[in-house]
T-cell receptor, first 111, second 110 residues
Framework: GQQLNQSPQSMFIQEGEDVSMNCTSS?????WLWYKQDPGEGPVLLIA?????ELTSNGRLTAQFGITRKDSFLNISASIPSDVGIYFC???????????FGTGTSLTVIP | DGGITQSPKYLFRKEGQNVTLSCEQN?????MYWYRQDPGQGLRLIYY???????QKGDIAEGYSVSREKKESFPLTVTSAQKNPTAFYLC?????????FGPGTRLTVL
């Protein structure tokens, strides 16, 4: 199936630092979604993007839909301990209904 | 509140037994999905259904079966043919550009 390359795979940061992660694909997408998953729980939708170049915020989180339609970025500002978890991207191809998922970025915040 | 529920949260099964995982949604979403998640790995699609009484195999359907008799329900049966069923199972539903997950069921085979 379609693969999304998500990087980095893991991050260890100090509390208060900013975080950046991204997802890239070789195909064009018309939707990008970003999720956070806590251990033993289902992924929770953080931000949805539907338009190339779109920049959307949710509190300290900001995500962007790349202008090439082949990538998306998630930034977390001033990280706090509860930001710990795995962050997933998901994209929907320009043609078709199915979503494809990145392998996740594991974030550890050191107090 | 609309959402997706999965039950049970934890499930233990003896080898050779079939077991059914429940997934219910009250979001009026047409499409529903089942994924398997193993430690350190991404989501792998087992089965999906875009409409009642119709479903399609995903990437790893062997050893699993599903039904979609009602729009709000999409149960997954893990059969004894599944060689390595211990995993975290996630149900999801989709409507237009929104894709939401349930809380998951952790299945352990003893």
């Amino acid at each position: 199936g379609q693969q999304l390359n998500q990087s980095p795979q893991s991050m260890f940061i100090q509390e208060g630092e900013d975080v950046s992660m991204n997802c890239t694909s070789s195909s064009i997408f018309n939707t990008w979604l970003w999720y956070k998953q806590d251990p033993g729980e289902g992924p929770v939708l953080l931000i949805a993007l539907y338009k190339a170049g779109e920049l959307t915020s949710n509190g300290r989180l900001t995500a962007q839909f790349g202008i090439t339609r082949k990538d998306s970025f998630l930034n977390i500002s001033a990280s706090i301990p509860s930001d710990v978890g795995i962050y997933f991207c998901a994209g929907q191809l320009f043609t078709g209904n199915q979503f494809y998922f990145g392998t996740g970025t594991s974030l550890t915040v050191i107090p | 509140d609309g959402g997706i529920t999965q039950s049970p949260k934890y499930l233990f099964r003896k080898e050779g037994q079939n077991v059914t995982l429940s997934c219910e949604q009250n979001l009026n979403h047409d499409a529903m999905y089942w994924y398997r998640q193993d430690p350190g790995q991404g989501l792998r699609l087992i089965y999906y259904s875009q409409i009642v009484n119709d479903f399609q195999k995903g990437d790893i359907a062997e050893g699993y079966s599903v039904s979609r008799e009602k729009k709000e329900s999409f149960p997954l049966t893990v059969t004894s043919a599944q060689k390595n069923p211990t995993a975290f199972y996630l149900c999801a539903s989709r409507m237009r550009g929104t894709y939401l997950f349930g809380p998951g069921t952790r299945l352990t085979v003893l």
